[in-house]
């Protein structure tokens, strides 16, 4: 297989073809190595327009989702980022390139392994990860001027909007399958904050997401 020939389509075919444009986000694509990210076994679909196992019934999001999503919340190397959902790590490996500093939490112990493994083989130095539960906020290492939830959440939790500095953005999934939207969430100061809906997708939840109260009779 011709790694780079791989590389070069998913980027032409599947990223620019999906309103990603910023021509920084698509070189780094090229810079961080996304086959030595995936399980062993999956490296020959690295690149392809999939969401890949990386174990424990988790996936990483397709790689259009991650350059898009990266596209949109713009980081800047002041800003201090949470996000929530380590995984493979492949996500937190470019958040990192593009940041200050990176916070990332993973609840799943093997998953935070391999993320770590992941992230300290290719020198990645300017993230801390926290084994733990972000999915309803991670207000230790706050505020964030970024802040990314790689699972989707029914109801997006006010603790983690209101963890965001003036001028921050947070990205999420909300809502429940089948209908749940791609949203960014900007403040302008405390309590100012506006929300919009990008696009529709679907992903896996985040363990110990919050949901909406349910009517009881």
């Given at each position: 297989?011709?790694?780079?020939q791989?590389?070069?389509?998913?980027?032409?075919q599947?990223?620019?073809?999906?309103?990603?444009?910023d021509?920084e986000?698509?070189?780094?694509?090229?810079?961080?190595?996304?086959?030595?990210?995936?399980?062993?076994?999956?490296?020959?679909?690295?690149?392809?327009?999939?969401?890949?196992?990386?174990?424990?019934?988790?996936?990483?999001?397709?790689?259009?989702?991650?350059?898009?999503?990266?596209?949109?919340?713009?980081?800047?190397?002041?800003?201090?980022?949470?996000?929530?959902?380590?995984?493979?790590?492949?996500?937190?490996?470019?958040?990192?390139?593009?940041?200050?500093?990176?916070?990332?939490?993973?609840?799943?112990?093997?998953?935070?392994?391999?993320?770590?493994?992941?992230?300290?083989?290719?020198?990645?130095?300017?993230?801390?990860l926290?084994?733990?539960?972000?999915?309803?906020?991670?207000?230790?290492?706050?505020?964030?001027?970024?802040?990314?939830?790689?699972?989707?959440?029914?109801?997006?939790?006010?603790?983690?909007?209101?963890?965001?500095?003036?001028?921050?953005?947070?990205?999420?999934?909300?809502?429940?399958?089948?209908?749940?939207?791609?949203?960014?969430?900007?403040?302008?100061?405390?309590?100012?904050?506006?929300?919009?809906?990008?696009?529709?997708?679907?992903?896996?939840?985040?363990?110990?997401?919050e949901?909406?109260p349910?009517?009881?009779?």
């Amino acid at each position: 297989m011709n790694l780079e020939q791989a590389r070069h389509n998913m980027v032409e075919q599947q990223i620019r073809t999906w309103e990603v444009l910023d021509q920084e986000i698509l070189d780094l694509l090229y810079l961080v190595p996304r086959e030595e990210f995936v399980l062993p076994q999956h490296r020959e679909l690295a690149f392809s327009d999939l969401e890949l196992p990386i174990g424990d019934g988790e996936k990483m999001w397709t790689p259009k989702l991650e350059a898009r999503v990266l596209q949109e919340l713009a980081p800047r190397k002041s800003d201090n980022v949470l996000e929530v959902g380590t995984g493979s790590g492949y996500l937190s490996a470019l958040l990192a390139r593009r940041a200050g500093h990176l916070h990332s939490v993973e609840i799943n112990p093997k998953l935070a392994e391999l993320g770590r493994r992941n992230l300290a083989r290719h020198g990645v130095d300017n993230v801390t990860l926290h084994l733990g539960d972000g999915a309803r906020g991670w207000a230790r290492h706050a505020p964030y001027d970024v802040i990314v939830l790689t699972g989707s959440t029914p109801v997006l939790p006010r603790a983690l909007a209101d963890s965001l500095a003036p001028g921050g953005r947070l990205f999420a999934v909300v809502g429940e399958a089948p209908a749940m939207s791609a949203r960014l969430v900007t403040c302008a100061a405390p309590g100012a904050c506006h929300a919009a809906d990008l696009f529709e997708t679907v992903i896996a939840p985040l363990v110990n997401a919050e949901h909406p109260p349910r009517f009881r009779f």
